[in-house]
């Protein structure tokens, strides 16, 4: 699956938005791609995925809120989180493939006034 690296995470305030972009070194097209987070003490869990055939699912935490897309022609996906909550804060990580694919290094959001 190749490399991958996010951006875009930052310092927001509650009801603030982000995007994250998540840029992959080689193509996406055959790959399901996901975000997860992670907080301080606690586990990695998954936030939003986006089939090859762009069928999302979003964690309950986020829906209505969270979009999540992709661009294959640019290998990059993103995730579109607005109305952000304080309990939003997290280390966010890009995956392709699954559990047992490729992850990027993570990008930190910070929600907090």
């Known amino acids: 699956q190749g490399q991958l690296v996010e951006s875009g995470g930052g310092l927001v305030q509650p009801g603030g938005s982000l995007r994250l972009s998540c840029a992959a070194s080689?193509?996406?097209?055959?790959?399901?791609m996901g975000w997860y987070r992670q907080a301080p003490g606690k586990q990695r869990e998954l936030v939003a995925r986006?089939?090859?055939?762009?069928?999302?699912y979003y964690a309950d935490s986020v829906k209505g809120r969270f979009t999540i897309s992709r661009d294959n022609a640019k290998n990059t996906g993103y995730l579109q989180m607005n109305d952000l909550k304080p309990e939003d804060t997290a280390t966010y990580y890009c995956n392709l493939g699954g559990t047992s694919g490729s992850w990027g290094q993570g990008t930190q959001v910070t929600v907090s006034s």
């Open positions: 986006i089939t090859v055939s762009r069928s999302a």
């Open positions: 080689k193509s996406i097209d055959v790959w399901n």
